[in-house]
């Protein structure tokens, strides 16, 4: 049986070994038409779907096709190759030392990738197959819910480079696990398992690895069959609880409850519940 420590000096080979183009994959699009979801696999195998540019343009372009495509409710965001992201493409930073390389590094991969996918305003679903490491962690945890193969690894280890996360991971890790787990994870580079990462609330499940994708479509029908606004305000204020005090979270909560009682889904809802039949959403 493999170990995680083995996987993990597996994955440390392969950093070393392979200096290439990141330009060397492509982003795959599978829509699911029946479940109303969209499925984003990044494949870029000889970099571990490391982030750059060429991996982080596509996710934000297809975004935002998505926002107001009314026959998508849900998106499921993975990695190929038992990969969901390895960070960013360490082989490369011997090429961006000193301050130069700082500031290509910055334009680059610091840019705020976060806003597009924080106020996507439909759910996404981090499903996690493998290594999540680094900024494929911040990705993930950008993401509305995380779905782990029981196989997972997550880490920051960006101290052993002499760096911090900075993509958001030490403002949002813990938001999730707490202050010293978060600490803990982020101060000596450690890596948790799947199980650990359900444990201490950063996954919201674990499945069995030849099972998470189908685990994970599941999942998202049950969310893709909802009302898009009651969804995207749902989701709005879940995120905002993160920024609010109590108070304000709740008065946020009553004005978007009282927005919607506007909507048509919710006269649809209301006449379907009583007629005990199922919904006809117009999403509107």
Wanted: charged share 25%; aromatic share 6%.
């Amino acid at each position: 049986m493999e170990t995680a420590s083995k996987r993990l000096g597996m994955l440390k080979n392969h950093i070393a070994s392979n200096r290439v183009d990141e330009s060397s994959g492509k982003m795959h699009v599978d829509i699911k038409k029946e479940t109303r979801t969209a499925i984003l696999t990044w494949d870029f195998p000889a970099t571990l779907n490391a982030l750059s540019i060429e991996t982080l343009t596509p996710l934000i372009e297809k975004l935002n096709e998505f926002e107001s495509d009314m026959d998508i409710g849900c998106v499921v965001l993975t990695g190929s190759n038992n990969t969901f992201s390895a960070g960013a493409n360490i082989s490369g930073f011997q090429d961006d030392f000193g301050y130069t390389g700082a500031v290509k590094f910055k334009s680059s991969l610091m840019k705020d990738w976060a806003r597009p996918i924080q106020e996507f305003s439909k759910p996404i679903i981090a499903c996690v197959n493998g290594y999540c490491f680094g900024g494929g962690l911040e990705v993930a945890m950008m993401c509305d819910i995380i779905v782990a193969s029981d196989k997972a690894l997550f880490g920051l280890p960006e101290i052993k480079l002499g760096l911090i996360p900075g993509a958001g991971g030490t403002q949002s890790l813990i938001r999730s696990v707490g202050k010293s787990k978060a600490m803990e994870m982020i101060l000596t580079g450690a890596t948790i398992s799947a199980e650990e990462a359900h444990r201490v609330s950063l996954a919201s499940r674990v499945v069995p690895h030849d099972k998470l994708m189908e685990e994970t479509l599941k999942l998202a029908k049950k969310i893709s069959k909802q009302s898009l606004p009651a969804v995207a305000s749902a989701k709005k204020c879940v995120r905002y609880a993160h920024e609010s005090t109590l108070s304000q979270g709740i008065d946020y909560e009553r004005a978007m409850f009282n927005a919607l009682t506007g909507t048509e889904d919710v006269v649809e809802g209301v006449t379907a519940f009583l007629s005990k039949r199922k919904p006809k959403w117009q999403h509107k």
